[in-house]
């Protein structure tokens, strides 16, 4: 008779707990500005081993305004906890893409750092590069090439799908931001204590908690795969797709990380939509809409004044130059109307033989609410009301809302479109 060893089972991870510790392992090394970004940061890291599950790979990009804010230490503990991490501060298009499209068992973790050398304002633009880091967030992304097979040549597509951490300073282009979950890093306050990262001895720590994340993505590979989680209210369209496989996640792990991911999505979609200067058309678009402050109507010049004379903007300093109202023509023409007319100035009858150029609100109104964030109901208004320039004693219109013309007057209380009178105009 032969004797039969006993089968020993390893018992399941437990998702919640193993995510406990792979956060606990971050908070030894890393200050990040908010309880969402360890959330953000922790999901992240599991999700570069369940890639292939979703239809989206989020970059998460760690921006300070200075440095020494612990952008490269939070490059390097994720450096520890995910597969195949390839580490650059820099790389040319061809050679990323080449690295990513090769064996896709063996596709690499982008962790790119110093990237404002690449994308900031003294970096030539690199265009090629950050079409490949934007075709590579889609799973069915990729860049074409001409590829020389004997005498001829043909066009083969390359996939350039892969996880992509990114550290820099200041801001990078748009569409890398719009994919983005952003990271504000700033330097540790005095009070703010962290273990130094002693690669020899860290490094074997954090490649034990890989490891576990590495199984421990293995038995939820099923659950995650194509999953559709409830998003929170308001996170839609491209935050969505963002979030979504960080989401899931959260949910295959269970215990308190699907309320955690979900707190954590609300709250850096929010932050990173109240920094969104997005284009600085938006900007603009924000600025004119406070200024006209429900006015019908404002004169060019009155608006650029008013523009070029706002604190904390950027209109007074365009490369060098205030703005203008040729360049604010140029601005606003790039938007449409509700009727899908270039946004232009029109007449404005100022005195019984003049008429001047301005922008009615009317025209604005789509462009408003379309791309400006929406104003809560108890925010005081940016800017000082503009100065009245429609006279009601000429048949401009019948009595319609101005700017103010006492700037005191901006903290008025304004009826309501419901109360106004008949004959009398109001702005949406």
Known sequence: ??????????????????????????????????????VAVVLWDAHAHLVDCFGTTPRIAFLSPEPQSGKTRALEIIQTLTPNPMVTNDISASALFRSISGDPGSRPTILFDEVDTVFGPKAAGNED??????????????VWRSVREGDTHKVV???VYAALALGGLGDLPDTIMGRSIVIRMRRRAPNEKVEPFRERIHEPEGHALRDRLAAWADTVREQVDGAWPEMPEGVTDRPADVWEPLIAIAEAAGGDWPARARAACTYLVKAAQSDDS???????????????????????NVLVEKLNDLDDAPWADLDGRP????????????????????????????APKTVLKGYYAEDLADAWLRYCPSVPETAATAATAATAQVTPLFPVAA??????????????????PAAAPAGHATAH
Do not use: C, W
């Not at 284009?279 to 402050?293: K, Q």
């Not at 109202?325 to 404005?348: C, F, H, W």
């Not at 009595?399 to 309501?416: F, I, K, L, M």
């Open 1 to 38: 008779m032969t004797d039969t060893a006993p089968t020993v089972t390893t018992p399941a991870e437990n998702g919640a707990t193993l995510l406990d510790d792979i956060e606990r392992h971050h908070r030894r090394f890393n200050v990040f500005p908010s309880e969402a970004a360890y």
């Open 129 to 142: 590069l950050r079409g490949l880091i934007n075709s590579g967030y889609r799973r069915t992304g990729g």
């Open 157 to 159: 597509k390359f996939p």
């Open 278 to 300: 997005g284009s600085l058309g938006i900007r603009l678009l924000t600025d004119v809409r406070a200024i006209f402050d429900g006015a019908e109507r404002i004169l060019s």
């Open 323 to 350: 703005l203008t109202t040729r360049i604010l023509s140029q601005m606003l023409g790039e938007y449409v109307t509700a009727a899908g007319k270039p946004i232009k100035t029109r007449n404005i009858k100022t």
């Open 399 to 416: 009595e319609v809302a101005v700017a103010a013309t006492d700037p005191g007057s901006a903290t008025t209380e304004q009826p309501s």
